[in-house]
């Protein structure tokens, strides 16, 4: 396989703008990728400023069509082998569509789309071009999150009963989007976000948690979106109440208006066994308790098979590249490692082998439409007087 570093076309990302440069940074991470060229705003004489500031040369587009037209004149190895999708919600569907359609890989910010029918969309296309697709869905990429996949999938805590899993934020608990924080105005506009503001920006997070650690999914819902800042039109505060695909119990929950929460991810799984617990803002160990025994604390890499919890550890979890524990790991590592294997993908589909993705990576573009689709059926519940629905 070609060491050839990959090129990567970002689309938004100017001005300000901020998961961005998570990206930026663990796109640089290994060496093997790099930033080439943008689309960075809507205004096409502002996007040629913002890539003439960025903070090292990249070739400025004024708009996605061109970038992605011109780039495509290039050779192969000269072009851009992937592009990253950064923009507000309403931005996600075509530059996506766009890209796919030309046989570039896409690595989109989530939530996916707008409206269900636009990531239907999308899943079909990836699926007749079999083409990498990764919903950045960033605390997936957690070295602890990929152990706790593997010890709740593989029964160390039993048949899974209850979950509870959660992203509390405070920051839009008063009218921030009255004091010119842009990443507040775009959210709450439904045009621009779509049907919920927590709920598709945090409330898609929690539910993927959920999925990801538990491999279960939400077959039935009931769900609660509350509007507690006056005078805006979409929910700051969500909350879902499911039942999962093996008739365990679920809370998927969300909250904009928790003062004094930062971002306050995590989950708990209560198996018939055991309890693993699990936050992203102490992300470096898992919390595992067993019934008349001491509790279990694991620690990021510092884990052995053998020791009376795990029999075995798969080779694929002990062989991601992670630093030594104790040194701490965070957002952009997490951010790093979605980047990494989504490069994997891309190298194997340009030499023609891509199998495929099985989601136990990094989000595929079905786990971002069952985003949607979750979205979707919160809504219909919430307006029924919270019916119970079948998703
Ligand atoms: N994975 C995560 O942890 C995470 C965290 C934050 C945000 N997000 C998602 O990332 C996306 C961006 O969020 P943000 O907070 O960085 O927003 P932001 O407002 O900070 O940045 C959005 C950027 O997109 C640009 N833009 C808008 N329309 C464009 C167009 N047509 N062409 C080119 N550029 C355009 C804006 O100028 C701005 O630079 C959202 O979908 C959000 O849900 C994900």
Redesign the pocket.
Known sequence: MSNRVLNVGI??????????N?HQKAIFFDGTRRVTCG????DPA??MK?AEAWAYPIKGYK??DEMLDEEMKKPAGERIDYVLI????F??FD?AKKALSKGIPVFC???LTITLQESDELVKIVNEKKIPFCT????LGHWTSRLSRFIVTSGLIGKVRWVDSYYIQGWLAGRTEDQGV??AE??VDPKRAGGSCCG??IGT?ALMQLRYVTGLNIVKLQAFLETFVAGRQLDDHFTVYGELSNGGKALVRASQIAIGHKNDLGIEVNGDIGTLIWKQEDAEKIVIHLPGKPDLVYWRGAVSAHDGFFKDIPVSLLSEPTIPSGHPEG?HDAFARLHRCFEADVRAYQAGTYAGTDGSKYATVEDGRMGIAFIEKALESNKNNHACVEL
């Open positions: 689309v938004g990302g100017g001005g300000g703008a901020f998961i961005v998570p689309a960075l705003h809507p502002v996007a913002e708009n996605y950064v923009t507000p919600n931005v996600h530059p910010e989530k939530p950045a869905h960033t605390y842009m990443q775009w959210r598709g920006d997070h957002f």
